[in-house]
Nanobody, 115 residues
């Protein structure tokens, strides 16, 4: 079973940047397409970015051109680089397999975009 630990969140002003990291335990990490999800208060969790094991990426329209997902299979890490952040990006961010999350959810990392 893969265990997931997200980090890197924080409070930033609109237009700012953050870099989120997800560390995965388990030897099968490279077998899976991995993604970043987010959940804002009162809203459903949504998939915003994903990367296949080979590094083919896909983004939700709401983050396209601003977020970049990357991964290091040797280190079992997936990164979400977020630029030009907007208040509507405020949410708890999680990583998991994608598009179907099959692992237990980690604790997430909070991103708050506010002036």
């Amino acid at each position: 079973q893969v265990q997931l630990v997200e980090s890197g969140g924080g409070l930033v002003h609109p237009g700012g940047s953050l870099r989120l990291s997800c560390a995965a335990s388990g030897s099968r990490f490279s077998d899976y397409t991995m993604g970043w999800y987010r959940q804002a208060p009162g809203q459903q969790r949504e998939l915003v970015a994903r990367s296949t094991s080979a590094g083919i990426t896909n983004y939700a329209d709401s983050v396209k051109g601003r977020f970049t997902v990357s991964r290091d299979n040797a280190k079992n890490i997936i990164i979400l680089q977020m630029e030009s952040l907007k208040p509507e990006d405020t949410a708890l961010y999680y990583c998991n397999s994608a598009p179907l999350p099959i692992f237990s959810w980690g604790q997430g990392t909070q991103v708050t975009v506010s002036s």
